[in-house]
């Protein structure tokens, strides 16, 4: 019996579905339905009372994830304690907001816990590194994930989730945003991108009929056009290294501001290696860039 299967049956419990598990362990949900069923046939007793689409667990199937659970903590503690050294080469790709955010810290902790690992830094745009990964010119990739699809063979592990937010010059004082776009060129953000499709669909129902004085397929461009006092613009949110030698008003863009969801991916044949293991844990040890604002 494969110890993950006990991490799938906890997944379950967390989630409270099966498919709610596939999403937890990167999995399609008919593998977390053969994991439990192959538990099931191990113990000789159902785990769940399944009616419909709905699965609701049997106290046998708690007390297990109970028994359980620090057996599994103390075997990969010491698993990570006494795991080889990872070598070789990993090529990283990262979108332009993250690379300064998160680069240098997952570089130092690589370097320190596993030195002999070459990470080689590849920046693009996600929709770029998607197709940079699916076709294995880079070995992972941390973009903004796409709303829909693009996740046939892959794996998505969320890292933070950006709101989109109105960037206005230093010196001004309004704070109704249709009045600014009024007042001030629209500097707008790649539109191809994810953030740029969902900043399209915001400004159609707010901001009706406005047009683009230009375009920029770089935040810290957008940024430092705000910044010079030559227009307003819709990003993700930037963070504080971008803005303290290029200061800007922040504005909210109200309750149903858009966000962007940041995600680590690779190929879902890469997903139980051990290069990808170690840099989850260099990602997981840099703190969120958002966190002190």
């Known amino acids: 019996m494969k110890f993950s299967f006990f991490d799938t049956l906890e997944a379950v419990l967390r989630s409270g579905s099966l498919a709610g598990a596939a999403r937890l362990m990167n999995v399609t949900p008919s593998a977390v339905s053969m994991q439990m069923k192959q538990l099931e046939a191990h113990f000789g007793r159902p785990l769940f009372d399944r009616a419909g689409l709905t699965v609701r667990p049997t106290p046998l199937a708690r007390e297990i994830v109970e028994v359980m659970r620090e057996p599994m903590q103390r075997v990969e503690a010491l698993r990570r304690r006494h795991g080889a050294q990872v070598d070789g080469l990993m090529r990283l790709g990262v979108i332009e907001t993250m690379q300064s955010a998160l680069l240098p810290g997952v570089v130092a902790w690589l370097r320190a816990h596993h030195p002999a690992l070459q990470v080689r830094p590849v920046r693009g745009r996600s929709v770029e590194l998607l197709e940079s990964v699916k076709a294995g010119r880079v070995d992972a990739a941390i973009l903004v994930q796409p709303a829909t699809g693009a996740s046939r063979g892959l794996v998505w592990y969320p890292l933070l989730r950006k709101e989109l937010v109105l960037l206005a010059p230093p010196g001004t004082s309004e704070s109704r945003i249709p009045a600014l776009f009024r007042t001030h060129d629209w500097i707008r953000f790649d539109p191809e ?33 705000v910044s010079a006092g030559l227009g307003v613009s819709i990003v993700q949110q930037p963070d504080a290294h971008m803005t303290q030698p290029l200061p800007v008003r922040i504005l909210r863009l109200g309750r149903d501001a858009p966000s962007v969801q940041v995600a680590l991916m690779a190929r879902q044949a890469d997903a139980g290696s051990r290069k990808l293991e170690v840099l989850r844990d260099a990602v997981a040890s840099v703190p969120d860039p958002t966190a002190a604002r």
């Open 193 to 225: 991108t994810n953030a740029g499709r969902l900043t399209a669909r915001w400004m159609r129902k707010h901001v009706p009929g406005a047009r683009p004085a230009m375009d920029l397929q770089s935040v810290q461009a957008v940024v430092a056009m």
